[in-house]
């Protein structure tokens, strides 16, 4: 499985604090970038199966799980010269690794003596990431993809209990929860143009609190499936699936 070096899976704690050591290491002229952060617990297993089930040397001390690469709170930073990852430590290196640790304790990171590319959110604990007590502030790009990966973790050992639903949209109200009313005419679905000049946005809810999922033309033809309040739920294929809902008041129905 191939390394991860987006910044989304990793918990917003930690993604700052590693946007601050780039900078940092910018300013001072060392060649780090983020090598690996996020690591599938898939790829942990790999790695850590090597040199002792599988063929090649020893890479890391940790199961699946065990790392706190897969909780989104680590990330291994690594020297790149000349187009080139490198994992150099001697000379002039010496001095770039222990630099990098300086400022990575600088701005709240963790380094570990035996393995130098690896620094991790100061103040965790695995044992306490494993049980599920995870750092506090984060959002739904960490909790969404942990909350996958958990789901989808097969094997051994025991995947950690998911961290809470984070989500953007807004919690259903007892309004929004009353059924919708069905828009027919002649036991059919009606259809409708949009009279908005600038077009129309449809959204995944119906309020303006919920995200636009996608937009219509003026005078693009569709079909009316419920109302609810000031919103229709459309459909725009004519294939009676839900597309989405649109304000009612930019809808002409065709008669």
């Known amino acids: 499985m191939s390394r991860n070096s987006a910044l989304e899976p990793l918990h917003p704690v930690f993604r700052e604090k590693a946007g601050s050591l780039l900078q940092e290491c910018a300013k001072a002229e060392l060649p780090f970038k983020l090598f690996e952060g996020y690591r599938s617990p898939e790829r942990q297993l790999d790695l850590y199966q090597q040199g002792r089930t599988a063929p090649g040397a020893i890479v890391t001390r940790a199961n699946a799980w065990q790392s706190y690469h897969q909780y989104g709170v680590a990330a291994d930073f690594v020297l790149f010269t000349n187009g080139r990852w490198s994992w150099a430590d001697s000379g002039e290196f010496k ?3 222990k630099k990098l640790h300086q400022l990575a304790t600088k701005v709240g990171l963790e380094p570990l003596s035996w393995e130098l590319p690896h620094l991790q959110l100061k103040g965790q604990q695995l044992a306490g990431l494993m049980a599920g007590h995870y750092p506090s502030g984060g959002d739904s790009d960490w909790a969404d993809n942990l909350r996958q990966t958990i789901r989808n973790w097969q094997g051994q050992p025991p995947a950690p209990p998911m961290p809470p639903l ?5 919690a259903v109200t007892a309004e929004l929860a ?11 679905a009606m259809q409708a143009t949009v009279t908005a000049r ?3 946005r449809v959204r995944a809810g119906p309020g303006t609190e919920f995200d636009v999922i996608s937009s219509l033309a003026a005078g693009q033809r569709l079909w009316l ?5 000031d919103w229709t739920q459309v459909d725009i294929a004519g294939d009676g699936l839900v597309d989405g809902y649109c304000h009612s008041a930019f809808l002409q129905v065709i008669t």
Not at 166 to 170: A, D, H, I, T, V
Not at 179 to 185: E, G, S
């Open 225 to 229: 499936l419920q109302s609810k309040g």
């Open 166 to 170: 984070l989500s953007e949209r807004p």
């Open 95 to 97: 001095n770039h690794w």
């Open 198 to 200: 600038g077009g129309l």
């Open 178 to 188: 009353e059924p919708l009313l069905p828009v027919t005419q002649g036991g059919g």
